[in-house]
């Protein structure tokens, strides 16, 4: 069974820009979680959704947003790009979420850099 | 609310010695608690996962983790060490609101 699946690996992006990074979830999993991971703030939450409902949303400003689709493909928005939204950026699924007892599956990640 | 502390920054061991990783949790009720690894540019991958029942818990690649609930602690561990364990460790406790919450991390270096 193929692994969680991100798209692109990396990309450079210069403030203000926006950008959209992508995410294929293992079949049959309906729970898609984002984390941003950064050196200094280690891994933090993004959002988290299931059969395309937020069922929830971590302590990051508006110009992070999300989506996921019929098919359990979830993306990923940052609007108005800054230097600090520079980081590795990981998507996980599951089959329930976190609340069912079935873990999270990690992607490899988009590493995106904004100069 | 829920927090994950990974007291150890940084651990060198010699290969073949053992290992272990402390993790140490809060959480209201019974926590799902979870340790991953994570390889130089890489995602996460699932060393080893606690729901319930044995409090002792098998993982892949020869680590196991004991649940300790009078210490609210999650301790990874590994008999003998091999070069390729050198990575970066993370301890993690959900699900309260839909997430997991992760420990700081534990960067682990294997010496000859």
């Known amino acids: 069974k193929a692994g969680v699946t991100q798209t692109p690996r990396y990309l450079i992006k210069t403030r203000g820009q926006q950008v959209t990074l992508s995410c294929s979830p293992i079949?049959?999993?309906?729970?898609v979680s984002w984390y941003q991971q950064t050196p200094g703030q280690g891994l933090q939450f993004l959002f988290e959704?299931?059969?395309?409902?937020?069922?929830n949303k971590g302590n990051f400003p508006g110009r992070f947003s999300g989506r996921q689709f019929s098919n359990s493909r979830s993306e990923m928005n940052v609007s108005t790009l800054e230097l600090g939204d520079s980081a590795l950026y990981l998507c996980?699924?599951?089959?329930?979420?976190?609340?069912?007892?079935?873990?999270?599956?990690f992607g490899n990640g988009t590493r995106l850099t904004v100069t | 609310a829920q927090s994950v502390t990974q007291p150890d920054i940084h651990i060198t061991v010699s290969e073949g010695a053992s290992l272990e990783l402390r993790c140490n949790y809060s959480?209201?009720?019974?926590?799902?608690l979870f340790w991953y690894v994570q390889s130089p540019g890489q995602g996460l991958q699932l060393l080893l996962k606690y729901f319930s029942g044995d409090t002792l818990v098998q993982g892949i690649k020869g680590f196991e983790a004991e649940f300790k609930r009078s210490q609210s602690s999650f301790n990874l561990r590994k008999p003998s060490v091999h070069w390729s364990d050198a990575a970066e460790y993370f301890c993690a406790v959900g699900p309260g609101d839909y997430k997991l919450s992760f420990g700081a991390g534990t960067t682990v270096t294997v010496r000859a």
């Open positions: 959480y209201g009720a019974t926590p799902y």
């Open positions: 996980a699924s599951s089959l329930e979420g976190p609340l069912g007892n079935s873990p999270l599956h």
């Open positions: 079949s049959g999993h309906r729970s």
């Open positions: 959704y299931f059969s395309e409902t937020q069922r």
